[in-house]
């Protein structure tokens, strides 16, 4: 166990516990309570598609799942004691990665090049039916926690297919997507779908507390959109100074020519590359939250700050036409910088310099 320990494990955030060590589910108990209402029913579907956008507590939720379901197959727990499990010799074997009736499939460690292989390649989809195949060395559920079902290549898709065709007896699917939309469609027609919502912000609060220590600042929850994962991206990546700066550059792109030059600077070292990736998340979403405020999309009552007087003031006396002309110039220009590897800095000043020259257009008198 210590060389998998020492390995990165494509199913963690970075900065946080892995969700098989976390004894609270928060903020999903609609998701709770359909579950545990399907099992009470006694039609528990082979295969659950676990949906929503990444670090609002799916791969939480599939590991409570398993334990609810191996502590006591025939006993349905009530929901306090579903979303609040203590450790007990049931939940240290599944945090050891030691139960038999478990097996969890995600991208593996590639030693020779020393990282995670980019897909889910379809050998460790084969390892599912040397699974099942077996005598289960417990009675009760087997269960496959699959995270993520967006990672898995062409091969592995038609290969899990296969399988969810034809499920193994007392067996169970627990299928983790970000991005089910990407998934073949026959997949997502043989699991039951189950949706989880983005997190409010007094769970997210309270999670990040717990995880940092720190409390969390209304602009990073903005930020956040209701994700953890996307949270301690950006508290250990530096979203929040990207952020503040792409704000302050958007507000004085003509009279602050100086300084949009020193915000481009950062995108110049060895971090350059994670940095150009959240740049390039907040600016796309400037541009929509530029175009739902065009359309009278108010942003939500908290969201209120720097951020959302810089969407008012872009947007005032400007039509709807000029944010998608805004897009189809800036945007791709981010994809061709990270596929060409052209330079990070000079793609942002030629972005933040189309923002200017659009924005002039839509109204000269603004920027």
Same mark, same amino acid.
């Given at each position: 166990?210590?060389? +998998? /320990?020492?390995?990165?494990?494509?199913?963690?955030?970075?900065?946080?516990?892995?969700?098989?060590?976390?004894?609270?589910? $928060?903020?999903?108990?609609?998701?709770?309570?359909?579950? =545990?209402?399907?099992?009470?029913?006694?039609?528990?579907?082979?295969?659950?598609?676990?949906?929503?956008?990444?670090?609002?507590?799916?791969?939480?939720?599939?590991?409570?799942?398993?334990?609810?379901?191996? *502590?006591?197959?025939?006993?349905?727990?009530?929901?306090?004691?579903?979303?609040?499990?203590?450790?007990?010799?049931?939940?240290?074997?599944?945090?050891?990665?030691?139960?038999?009736?478990?097996?969890?499939?995600?991208?593996?460690?590639?030693?020779?090049?020393?990282?995670?292989?980019?897909?889910?390649?379809?050998?460790?989809?084969?390892? =599912?039916?040397?699974?099942?195949?077996?005598?289960?060395?417990?009675?009760?559920?087997?269960?496959?926690?699959?995270?993520?079902? /967006?990672?898995?290549?062409?091969?592995?898709?038609?290969?899990?297919?296969?399988? !969810? &065709?034809?499920?193994?007896?007392?067996?169970? %699917?627990?299928?983790?997507?970000?991005?089910?939309? *990407?998934? !073949?469609?026959?997949? *997502?027609?043989? $699991? *039951?779908?189950?949706? %989880?919502?983005? =997190? #409010?912000?007094?769970?997210? &609060?309270?999670?990040? &507390?717990?995880?940092? #220590?720190?409390?969390?600042?209304?602009?990073?929850? /903005? =930020?956040?959109?209701?994700?953890?994962?996307?949270?301690?991206?950006?508290?250990?990546?530096?979203?929040?100074?990207?952020?503040?700066?792409?704000?302050?550059?958007?507000?004085?792109?003509?009279?602050?020519?100086?300084?949009?030059?020193?915000?481009?600077?950062?995108?110049? #070292?060895?971090? +350059?590359?994670?940095?150009?990736?959240?740049?390039?998340? %907040?600016?796309?979403?400037?541009?929509?939250? $530029?175009?739902?405020?065009?359309?009278?999309?108010?942003?939500?009552?908290?969201?209120?700050?720097?951020?959302?007087? !810089?969407?008012?003031?872009?947007?005032?006396?400007? #039509?709807?036409? $000029?944010?998608?002309?805004?897009? /189809?110039?800036?945007?791709?220009?981010?994809?061709?910088?990270?596929?060409?590897? !052209?330079?990070?800095?000079?793609?942002?000043?030629?972005?933040?310099?189309?923002?200017?020259?659009?924005?002039?257009?839509?109204?000269?008198?603004?920027?």
């Amino acid at each position: 166990m210590a060389e +998998a /320990d020492a390995t990165p494990e494509s199913d963690q955030i970075d900065g946080a516990p892995h969700p098989r060590e976390s004894e609270v589910l $928060c903020g999903q108990d609609q998701a709770a309570g359909q579950f =545990l209402e399907a099992w009470r029913s006694g039609r528990m579907p082979h295969a659950w598609l676990l949906s929503g956008d990444m670090g609002v507590g799916k791969a939480t939720f599939a590991y409570h799942a398993t334990r609810a379901l191996l *502590r006591a197959p025939d006993t349905v727990p009530e929901l306090a004691g579903f979303v609040a499990q203590p450790p007990d010799a049931l939940f240290e074997r599944i945090k050891a990665q030691g139960h038999g009736n478990l097996i969890v499939v995600k991208r593996p460690w590639d030693a020779k090049a020393k990282r995670l292989k980019t897909v889910l390649p379809i050998d460790e989809i084969r390892r =599912l039916k040397q699974f099942f195949n077996q005598t289960a060395s417990e009675a009760g559920w087997r269960i496959c926690i699959l995270d993520a079902a /967006d990672e898995m290549n062409r091969n592995a898709a038609n290969a899990l297919l296969k399988i !969810l &065709e034809e499920p193994p007896e007392r067996a169970l %699917f627990l299928v983790i997507s970000h991005q089910p939309s *990407r998934l !073949l469609p026959t997949i *997502r027609s043989r $699991c *039951r779908q189950l949706s %989880f919502s983005k =997190l #409010g912000q007094t769970d997210l &609060e309270a999670i990040l &507390e717990k995880v940092t #220590g720190n409390r969390m600042d209304a602009a990073l929850h /903005d =930020l956040a959109d209701g994700s953890v994962g996307r949270a301690l991206r950006f508290i250990q990546e530096g979203g929040l100074n990207i952020h503040t700066g792409l704000c302050n550059a958007l507000s004085h792109p003509e009279d602050e020519k100086r300084g949009v030059l020193a915000y481009s600077q950062q995108f110049t #070292g060895k971090n +350059a590359n994670a940095i150009f990736s959240m740049f390039s998340e %907040f600016f796309q979403r400037f541009i929509l939250d $530029c175009t739902k405020r065009s359309r009278g999309v108010a942003p939500p009552a908290q969201s209120d700050g720097p951020y959302h007087t !810089l969407i008012e003031q872009m947007t005032t006396g400007r #039509g709807l036409d $000029c944010w998608p002309e805004l897009w /189809d110039k800036a945007v791709p220009l981010a994809s061709e910088a990270e596929i060409y590897n !052209l330079s990070r800095q000079q793609t942002v000043l030629v972005m933040l310099d189309h923002v200017q020259d659009t924005l002039k257009k839509a109204r000269r008198d603004v920027c």
